[in-house]
Nanobody, 116 residues
Framework: EVQLVESGGGLVQPGGSLRLSCAAS????????MSWVRQAPGKGLEWVSA????????SYADSVKGRFTISRDNAKNMVYLQMNSLKPEDTAVYFC?????????WGQGTQVTVSS
């Protein structure tokens, strides 16, 4: 059974930083791209970032480029999202995502609130 468990969210002031983590299990982690997506209050899902199976290729939404960094540790089945220079518009629930066996899997999400 595929399981994704996000952690690391919280309340942070504008300009601050957070590091999100996602623990993955139930599939061959080293074979799959991993993504982060987010959902702001009252809005739909927004793709944030993705990383390939080996970790050597990453991509970002324009809204976070230059501020967020995705990474993974294949020895630990973990994926991370380092978020710097946070803005109020980054407030959202952040989800880890993987596409396995023709379906998407999500964790329970972790809340990030950027506010003074």
């Amino acid at each position: 059974e595929v399981q994704l468990v996000e952690s690391g969210g919280g309340l942070v002031q504008p300009g601050g930083s957070l590091r999100l983590s996602c623990a993955a299990s139930g599939f061959t982690f080293t074979s799959y791209y991993m993504s982060w997506v987010r959902q702001a209050p009252g809005k739909g899902l927004e793709w944030v970032s993705a990383i390939n199976s080996g970790g050597g290729s990453t991509s970002y939404a324009d809204s976070v480029k230059g501020r967020f960094t995705i990474s993974r540790d294949n020895a630990k089945n973990m994926v991370y999202l380092q978020m710097n220079s946070l803005k109020p518009e980054d407030t959202a629930v952040y989800f880890c995502n993987v596409y396995v066996g023709r379906r998407h899997y999500w964790g329970q999400g972790t809340q990030v609130t950027v506010s003074s």
